[in-house]
Nanobody, 124 residues
Framework: VEFKESGGASLQAGGSLNLSCAVS????????VAWFRQFPGKVREGVVR???????DYADSVKDRFTASKDNAKNTLYLFMNNLKPEDTAMYYC???????????????????WGQGTQVTVSS
């Protein structure tokens, strides 16, 4: 499985952004995928995990602001981010755990495949 994220940008607080993650390899409908983010000097933290059926589980910090989705035909993941805040500034990654399709992990160490990341910078 390979990922390629895109869509990162610099913008002002209150704005919106849509990240994409193109998946190469086995379709994401077979396994768990997730979006993570990493702040400078910190470990990656989960933003949302998505099971093979498309059920999502969001971190409290982004709940009601971020929406994850999957386009099965395009084999692409999306993360729509609304009402962005300066504290959302981070590198954003998509990741896959091909070992399971349900009860997806919360910890970055459980995910085997990663994209290169895309930077989101939110200014106040």
């Amino acid at each position: 499985v390979e990922f390629k994220e895109s869509g990162g940008a610099s913008l002002q607080a209150g704005g919106s952004l849509n990240l994409s993650c193109a998946v190469s390899g086995p379709p994401h409908t077979r396994y768990c995928v997730a979006w993570f983010r990493q702040f400078p000097g910190k470990v990656r933290e989960g933003v949302v995990r998505i099971d093979r059926d498309g059920r999502t589980d969001y971190a409290d910090s982004v709940k009601d602001r971020f929406t994850a989705s999957k386009d099965n035909a395009k084999n692409t993941l999306y993360l729509f981010m609304n009402n962005l805040k300066p504290e959302d500034t981070a590198m954003y990654y998509c990741a896959a755990d091909p070992r399971r399709g349900y009860d997806c992990g919360r910890w970055f160490g459980e995910y085997r495949y990663w994209g290169q990341g895309t930077q989101v910078t939110v200014s106040s």
